[in-house]
């Protein structure tokens, strides 16, 4: 039995189809497998093996109730030709370690790995309308042109700060029956973040502009997901459920786990290591779903020698491993790796249920906690087995800038602010010369070309695309044409709406991207 339920509880038991819809318990728990770990993966199964491959091998452990043919027609499209390079995650060595690229997907960032199988994973959790008994009773047998009853669709909402956004918009485009809303702080987000919304292209999407910042828009992101008339009016009009692209949905998750497989599948066809030879990871982290993937990993028979979190200067989960104390009362710093920039690591809560042997009671306890006072402590006993598996470092903004120099000129190799954080605490740690270190990269350096530039001591011009070409003079590597182009790419979405006028923006949104 592979059931879901609550990190805060075992009472409702969901399969994977309807944790995916839901994405969120209702007491506000994370959805949680018990049986994960049951089925291991054969890593002689996975050698020499594409992408897509062992994305069928992994999801299909993870998610029993997908047929395989299901499996196999959403990893089909979501790990497709969009992708700047065949291997999907490529893996370089770089000095003594290695770097997994996860950011040659539509967007230049890891979020796409996730982002690209979240609207297909969701469109298989769409019943296909059945007949209603009406239509069964009917003995006249002429009546050909019976109308088939219109298919339910999954329009997804969400407030952005940036990166979320534009990743979701590129997943959901064109997928079957699902639709996508996106709102933005208005001048709250870079020009590059803004050109990559406005001009997203697919007749199923929407990107609007809001007069506020973006607490404002996510607090009223939240009042439109509790409107009960709403939901009604919108599911009578268009048959459209609202639902998040949230990254804590499992469907957002078990994607992730997938790379972490092909890493060590790479290292076995290049006989740097054999099966069953241990290897270590280094995460650039924020909301902790990344490196979560990597524990997954672990339980489903990867060998992993360690976890390594990095994380900028806002180091509380850095703090937590170190301390057991978890304490988000503290200073926000807005720093060059912003999809970073977190107080409240959500997936960290997964962690917590996995290695407290799913005692649901001290979760809820913890949870409350921090909700209450925004701190909570964890039991020697459990810091302890945490430190087993994981270890942790942080970077400050200056040591981000030299990372990025010193790997450009020590190797040759560009990397961008979030992923320097890695590349600092991997090379801050003693590293034992028998274990193969992994760094996930998770952005293109020209996603962030000024501080890369910066950092590379380049005189930079004032606009972001002149500093795209200013890297790509010095360093000559080409940025992705899907960022050089937006400089002329039409503009699509041009609305400016007040806050308090987003419910109406649903409600248009839901009926022009109407089914066809
Ligand atoms: C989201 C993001 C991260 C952090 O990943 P988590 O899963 O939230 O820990 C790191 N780097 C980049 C570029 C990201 O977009």
Redo the contacts with the bound molecule.
Sequence with gaps: MNTFHSTRSNADQLTAKQAIRKGIANDGGLFVSDSLGDVQIDLDAITDKSYQDIARIVLAALLPDFTQTELAECIGGAYGPKWSDSGITPLRPVADDFVLELFHGPTS???DIALQMLPRLMAKTIAEPSPTAADQSTSDQSNDARTTPAKERIMILTATSG??GKAALAGFSDAPDTAITVFYPQGQVSPIQQLQMTTQLGSNVAVCAVKGNFDDAQSAVKDIFADSDMATDLYTDSKTILSSAN?INIGRLFP?VVYYFVAYSRLLTDQVINVGDEVEFC??????????AGYYAMRMGLPVAKLIVASDTNNVLCDFLTTGIYDRNRPFFTTN?P??D?LI?S?LERMLYYLSDGDTELISSLMTDLKETGRFEIPETLKNKISQIFSCGWTSEDQVKSAIHDCWEQHHYLI?P??ACGYHVLNDMEADPLTPRILLS??SPY?FPRVVGESLNLKLPDNDFQCMDAVADATGITPPSQLRFLETAPVRFKDVIAIADMKNYVRKASTWANHE
């Design positions: 960032a890891f979020k990166d979320t990254s992730q995460v650039p982290t924020g909301n902790f779903g990344d490196v979560l790796s999809s970073m977190i690591s997936n961008d979030h992923t998770t952005a996603k």
